[in-house]
């Protein structure tokens, strides 16, 4: 199964949208989302759903950074980010390694996207290989 936790293409206008309407709406999300600062905040119910259903799956995330140049899904196809630069990490975490209970999951799951931030905003190295 592939999901899209974020729904949609980063800019720093949807992230705010994302950041007031989880303050407007009281949710407990609004403080861990006022951190962010190169992704927009998941969106759980996607994700606690797909781990409800299938409990002893992993959970691999396919991350990206220099894609936000991008101003559209077609320019991703358009050839608009020839000659910028892109990092792509794939992790995979096995399913003893996250909470069982939805709570601790959405927790978890919002701990991973504070680490994916952190890592888009580095600068690539010289070389092109993150450690």
Known sequence: MLIFPEGALFSPARLQRAVARLTETGSEDARRAWALRSVLPPRTGAFLSALAAVPDAYVVFGEH????TAS???????GELIGGEVAIRVRRFARAAIPGDPAGQAAWLWDRWAELDRWAREEPTPDGVDS
Not at 65 to 68: K, P, Q, S, V
Not at 72 to 78: E, R
């Open 65 to 68: 950074r220099g894609l936000d």
């Open 72 to 78: 559209d899904y077609g320019a991703l196809l358009s």
